[in-house]
């Protein structure tokens, strides 16, 4: 992986290489529109980790946990440290996390370098500010985030957050931890359906050349 402004990328090779398929097979995939990329000035392919994560599990590859840290996505937490050892121990090293204490901190962040998701302790910023509408301000500042609420209580929250009990940390985990995906030919039927949805793990194995696919090349 090459990385461009910290952000990580991956080659048509790197991608040919987890999907066991030859570099032809990704180029077909590229004129079909089947995976998100762009090319460098020198017209070299590239795949931003996040793009190629999503298209691993959307086609039932399994996702490698190499390239689920690289793509996940930058957290936000809003509370005290035990908040923050909570979050810690619930998330580990899928994703990148920061914090502040104050409310307030938040919102400067939010304007500066705003993360993907704010986690939020209700019980600790409630003693410095309205919770909905500093939330509903946070929103405003960052439309693609993600809102999520670390809460017993279910009233008084914006509709856009997501609540998950204050200690519970499997459900944090399941909410922001994609699971991997077992790939489509393990499971019983899916190979068929692949070939009828035109999917890339059917169209990889008719696009390999003879040598590959598991017959005589001339």
Same mark, same amino acid.
């Given at each position: 992986?090459?990385?461009?402004?910290?952000?990580?990328? *991956?080659?048509? &090779? #790197?991608?040919?290489?987890?999907?066991? @398929? +030859?570099? !032809?097979?990704?180029?077909?995939? /590229? =004129?079909?529109?089947?995976?998100?990329?762009?090319?460098?000035?020198?017209?070299?392919?590239?795949?931003?980790?996040?793009?190629?994560?999503?298209?691993?599990?959307?086609?039932?590859?399994?996702?490698?946990?190499?390239?689920?840290?690289?793509?996940?996505?930058?957290?936000?937490?809003?509370?005290?440290?035990?908040?923050?050892?909570?979050?810690?121990?619930?998330?580990?090293?899928?994703?990148?996390?920061?914090?502040?204490?104050?409310?307030?901190?938040?919102?400067? *962040?939010?304007? &500066? #370098?705003?993360?993907?998701?704010?986690? @939020? +302790?209700? !019980?600790?910023?409630?003693?410095? /500010? =309205?919770?909905?509408?500093?939330?509903?301000?946070?929103?405003?500042?960052?439309?693609?985030?993600?809102?999520?609420?670390?809460?017993?209580?279910?009233?008084?929250?914006?509709?856009?957050?997501?609540?998950?009990?204050?200690?519970?940390?499997?459900?944090?985990?399941?909410?922001?931890?994609?699971?991997?995906?077992?790939?489509?030919?393990?499971?019983?039927?899916?190979?068929?359906?692949?070939?009828?949805?035109?999917?890339?793990?059917?169209?990889?194995?008719?696009? *390999?050349?003879?040598?590959?696919?598991?017959?005589?090349?001339?």
């Amino acid at each position: 992986m090459a990385g461009v402004r910290g952000e990580k990328l *991956l080659t048509a &090779s #790197d991608l040919a290489a987890l999907c066991e @398929v +030859d570099l !032809k097979t990704i180029h077909n995939w /590229v =004129d079909r529109g089947r995976i998100a990329h762009f090319r460098t000035p020198g017209r070299h392919l590239r795949f931003r980790a996040a793009d190629v994560a999503e298209f691993l599990r959307a086609w039932g590859y399994s996702v490698p946990r190499e390239l689920a840290r690289a793509s996940a996505k930058s957290g936000l937490v809003v509370g005290s440290k035990d908040t923050l050892a909570h979050v810690t121990r619930a998330l580990g090293d899928m994703m990148p996390l920061r914090d502040v204490k104050h409310p307030y901190d938040a919102l400067v *962040l939010a304007g &500066s #370098d705003p993360p993907d998701v704010f986690i @939020v +302790d209700a !019980k600790a910023a409630a003693a410095d /500010v =309205d919770v909905a509408h500093w939330m509903e301000a946070l929103e405003r500042a960052c439309r693609d985030a993600r809102f999520v609420v670390l809460s017993d209580e279910a009233t008084g929250l914006p509709p856009f957050a997501t609540r998950v009990g204050r200690t519970d940390a499997q459900g944090l985990r399941t909410l922001l931890v994609p699971e991997p995906v077992a790939p489509a030919a393990a499971v019983p039927g899916q190979v068929a359906a692949a070939a009828n949805a035109n999917e890339p793990a059917a169209a990889a194995q008719e696009e *390999l050349p003879p040598r590959a696919a598991g017959g005589s090349s001339r």
